[in-house]
């Protein structure tokens, strides 16, 4: 069983364009997580091992608690930890592919193979909507 979902999205933006909305808090917190719900950020260090800290909540009230460490920034490639549970590791890989686009490579690798298994339909879906507000965004850069 694999522990690993890759999931990626090719945009009409700059690569720059698309990573400053993930060195962006404010334009972060308005596109990162699924339709519907909303981020309050209590830390963000976008910094090599900086903690990104923020409350998720769900339109039926529903709050859930993240923590995130960066481990690695650079220009067009970022890997954050996810340290609650679920615990799970991203790797962002942004690839300019000329032209003005930009191919978003998303790798989450899973502490467990069975949770990403149960799981696995739902994140692509949520990540899919994830995907989609990165462009409703983009759209406002």
Known sequence: MENSLTLSRTYSFSTEAVFEKYSNPLALARWW???GFTNTFHSFEF??????IFTMHSPDGQNYANEHIFHRIEKNHIITEHIVEPHF????????????????????????AEFLEKMRD??????????DRLEEELKNY
């Open 33 to 35: 997580w699924p339709k």
């Open 47 to 52: 910094v090599d091992w900086g903690h990104w």
């Open 89 to 112: 590791q991203t790797e962002i890989i942004l690839e300019d592919l000329g032209e003005n686009k930009t191919k978003m490579t998303w790798i989450s690798t899973f502490e467990s």
């Open 122 to 131: 739902f994140l692509i879906e949520k990540n899919g909507e994830n995907f």
